[in-house]
């Protein structure tokens, strides 16, 4: 049914257009995190065609980039000083996305060079991280690798080439999975249609990830009423070790 809509609302628009149209779309615009979340799967999907009335996916790639919401972040490199790992330089980034993923129906360095790649962000190693304040550009590097690699290891960063399938050289359609250790907020998925290395249409799906629940409360109040949030932590801090002591004490 959806294929229908999508195939109707592409050819009303070509009457309208002269260049290629890309119509995305996400399986589900709200993902609802409760107690126990697991982690879901998205599933992104469109059409394309071009105004002549051709199959216009036979001449293009595809690319979805999926982002969560960005948030300044500090990352500390470890050293090994006297046999003990401690906590040696950091750097501070402005801006860097809670969560990335790029799918492709054909590996990037194939569609498009690394300029083009770097100008929207197609890929993990393409990530355009704010440094906060003037640092060294090999040292920036060195921070910046290592930040992608923690992230990629916590299944927030991640890239998925040949992940995005083409049927019928119109329709096209990738599934992205979101970890349970997801950030709240605001999601973005945009879709590059690409022809001959060039970027030729884009176009942007939104996702709201939002706590639900008893999650949500605490979320609201610790935001809201922070100080007293505060307060109760500490105060359920003392009590929990006092409680530990009492009963180890009747062992």
């Given at each position: 049914m959806k294929r229908a809509l999508f195939l109707l609302a592409c050819l009303f628009a070509l009457t309208a257009q002269s260049?290629?149209?890309?119509?995305?779309?996400?399986?589900?615009?709200?993902?609802?995190?409760?107690?126990?979340?697991?982690?879901?799967?998205?599933?992104?999907?469109?059409?394309?065609?071009?105004?002549?009335?051709?199959?216009?996916?036979?001449?293009?790639?595809?690319?979805?980039?999926?982002?969560?919401?960005?948030?300044?972040?500090?990352?500390?490199?470890?050293?090994?000083?006297?046999?003990?790992?401690?906590?040696?330089?950091?750097?501070?980034?402005?801006?860097?996305?809670?969560?990335?993923?790029?799918?492709?129906?054909?590996?990037?360095?194939?569609?498009?060079?690394?300029?083009?790649?770097?100008?929207?962000?197609?890929?993990?190693?393409?990530?355009?991280?704010?440094?906060?304040?003037?640092?060294?550009?090999?040292?920036?590097?060195?921070?910046?690798?290592?930040?992608?690699?923690?992230?990629e290891r916590q299944s927030l960063y991640k890239e998925q080439i040949g992940g995005v399938s083409i049927s019928e050289d119109v329709l096209y359609q990738a599934r992205l999975s979101l970890p349970s250790n997801v950030t709240t907020g605001t999601y973005t998925a945009e879709t590059f249609a690409v022809s001959n290395g060039r970027v030729i249409a884009s176009e942007v799906a939104k996702v709201e990830v939002r706590k639900v629940g008893f999650e949500r409360f605490v979320e609201l109040f610790s935001q809201q009423q922070s100080f007293l949030y505060g307060l109760l932590a500490v105060a359920l801090s003392i009590f929990m070790g006092w409680l530990a002591g009492r009963l180890f004490a009747l062992i």
């Open positions: 260049d290629p149209i890309l119509v995305p779309d996400v399986s589900q615009d709200e993902v609802q995190v409760r107690q126990g979340f697991t982690g879901t799967e998205l599933l992104l999907f469109g059409a394309i065609l071009d105004p002549s009335g051709s199959r216009a996916a036979a001449n293009y790639d595809i690319i979805v980039v999926l982002k969560g919401p960005a948030q300044p972040i500090r990352v500390r490199e470890k050293e090994q000083i006297g046999g003990i790992w401690m906590n040696a330089e950091s750097s501070d980034f402005r801006s860097a996305p809670s969560y990335f993923a790029v799918a492709s129906s054909s590996p990037i360095n194939e569609i498009v060079d690394d300029r083009t790649a770097a100008i929207y962000e197609l890929g993990t190693r393409f990530i355009q991280l704010s440094p906060s304040g003037t640092i060294d550009p090999e040292e920036q590097a060195r921070f910046t690798a290592g930040f992608v690699d923690l992230r």
